[in-house]
């Protein structure tokens, strides 16, 4: 698998997020790099991601104009994995993330499977009310007790910390992952500046689990 971050002007963040990758109990081939930084912080950044990840893991890097669609699209034209992953450059994974993601590929592994997300730990929850105002509404909402689906509104309901492994419609893009061959068929629209995980979710989903 590869793993691909889109990054811009937040070198802490990504520092973080770089080494929760080099911890992984199951290592990725590569670790790409797109960033859309200033120069000044593209070349921190630059020298920080080299320096966590020392000879662990192959490192590409690559500078980019801004967009986090065309960041995605550039990092998985780079990429040689089987299976890519897409992560937000303030994500910190646990350390068998990767481990527990690639087992799920291989206990669904199907013609019609496209990806494979993981579960946030920390997403903020709002009070009772507001829940109960965008449930009322079709809004985009996170949820413990429903299905994950689209909305008749084409707002989503995000499911937090399932019990197990369940089929969704959606995928977060900053948690997600995809089998190359899959992603190479839809790709990130980088028209599309908004939602942009509900967007390529709502292609690959006519197709694939």
């Known amino acids: 698998y590869s793993v691909i971050v889109p990054t811009k002007d ?7 997020c770089v080494r929760s990758i080099v911890i992984q109990t199951i290592l990725p081939l590569e670790l790409i790099v797109v960033d859309a930084s200033s120069d000044k912080i593209n070349t921190e950044n630059e020298n920080n991601c080299i320096a966590v990840v020392g000879d662990k893991i192959k490192l590409l890097y690559f500078k980019s104009s801004p967009g986090v669609n065309k960041q995605r699209n550039l990092g998985a034209v780079n990429s040689s994995g089987e ?3 897409f992560l937000d450059d303030d994500v910190v994974l646990n350390e068998d993330y990767s481990e527990k ?3 799920v590929y291989k206990l669904k592994d199907s013609r019609d499977l496209g990806g494979v997300q993981g579960s946030l730990f920390n997403y903020y929850n709002p009070a009772w009310i507001n829940r109960t105002f965008k449930k009322l509404f079709f809004m985009t909402r996170a949820s413990v007790n429903e299905r994950g689906r689209f909305l008749p509104s084409l707002g989503y309901v995000y499911i937090l910390e399932p019990k197990g492994v369940i089929e969704v419609e959606a995928l977060p893009a900053g948690l997600s992952s995809y089998y190359k061959k899959v992603f190479n068929e839809f790709k990130f629209d980088e028209d599309f500046d908004r939602c942009t995980d509900l967007e390529i979710s709502y292609r690959v989903s006519r197709k694939y689990k």
């Open 10 to 16: 937040r070198p802490v963040d990504l520092q973080n």
């Open 83 to 85: 299976i890519i992953f």
């Open 101 to 103: 993601i690639l087992e």
